[in-house]
């Protein structure tokens, strides 16, 4: 038996050795077509050949009586040694946005006052009753107990109502789930969808942290450039061809951090199918909706499956530091999601729940009023950006502005730092965001005369820069 065992051993022993040889082999392979491209000048990533290796490995893996979706999975581990490779190494956007904020706390810690236009948090508070509904919860109950990680099941059902009330849709309170903020529904969609080896699209400019969380789960972010010059919209075509290789998940973000953007019914709807197509999700991120002149179009109306809604109570009540948020989708990935919850927080805390429930009980007009105060304060930042050497798309909804510097070789990421030392300043350097050094963003989280004063410091900035 035990020289049996050895027997067999020796033979894996082997069979590796074969394997890593030929993987090898295949890098080398793979180095040789990265100088091919670089002196034809052709893109690293090419979506068409992906398609190609990984159906490919799918096929064989039929044929000889494997698992295809195994085959599949070494098939893009493969693929994205030979994307890294030759050259396109995996972004770390996130990097770019905590040197910002690192330098920002460190000044503020020697006792230098500054104006934060970095950090996407408005400055708006909670109702007094959503207070009071949070200090009854706690007062009231003798002991506060772990409570079902998918949130309680009024507070499921009044989200649902609301939606349903909003969206003209028939959502059960089995579809939506109740998480610690927003971010908490993105990394739990992120996780329930995503395994090794998968493919997540993700248009850019983009919050960072979808691809962040991509990457923690071993999938690899495809990003789907958008451009200024086309006002932010989405390339169908482009995306068509960045399905060939069947992406777990689209994220769409509307409207838009940092661009403002909102994508329309067509988009949603387009988006959506060529994504259920390839047997994929559309991943919108929604957080912002209440931030906008008109109601934005969301994807629970024009999807009846293969969608993952996200929304979070920060935003529309003031309740950024609550952590309450939640998600939407079909019961089956609801209860994958909330696999996610039961392994990590076990649930949001109970009296959290029932003040969030407090809010959706309130009439909601009362929240207009956020809403009119995030419109004037985009209206008044636009004003000011008129006059300054920049230029940008007016954003559709959301928080944010996201300017480029006329000119050519302008170094956000430098004047952003310059911004800090010169002025007291603070704004996002573009490249957070995606591959734009030349943009940086502006967040309107704070009052409308420091935004005015940061604005104009800016714009002496911008003019010493300029001259230099
Ligand atoms: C695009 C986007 N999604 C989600 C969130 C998460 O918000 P929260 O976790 O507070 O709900 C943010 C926060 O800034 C955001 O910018």
Redesign the pocket.
Known sequence: MKQELQKYREEIAVIDEEILRLIKKRLNIAREVGELKRREKLGVVDYRAEAIVLDRAERIALREGLDPHLARRLASILIEEAVNIQGQRPKNRARYLYSVFEKAEAVESLGRRLIRLDV?EPDIAAPPAVKNALRDSLYDSERIGYVSSKGLPELRMAIADLLNQRYGTQLSEDQVLVTP???FA?FAAVLAMVAQGDRAVVPEPT?PVYGNAVRLAGGREDCLHTRFEDGWSIDLGKLHDMCRVRPRILVL?SPN?PTGKIFDEKLLREAASTVAAVDGYVLT?E?YESYSSTPTKSILEVADSNFIYVN?F?KRYGM?GWRV?YAVSDAETINRMQSVLQLSVTCVPEFIQRAALEALKMDQAIFNQYTHEMLSRVNQACEELDRLPLEYVRPDGGMYLYPRARGEGFDSEAFTHRLIEEKGVVVTPGAAFGDYPEHFRISLGTNIEEIRRGIGAIGESLNTWSKE
């Open positions: 996407g903020g927003g971010k993105v919050w973000c951090n991120d957080v979070t920060s950024t948020g």
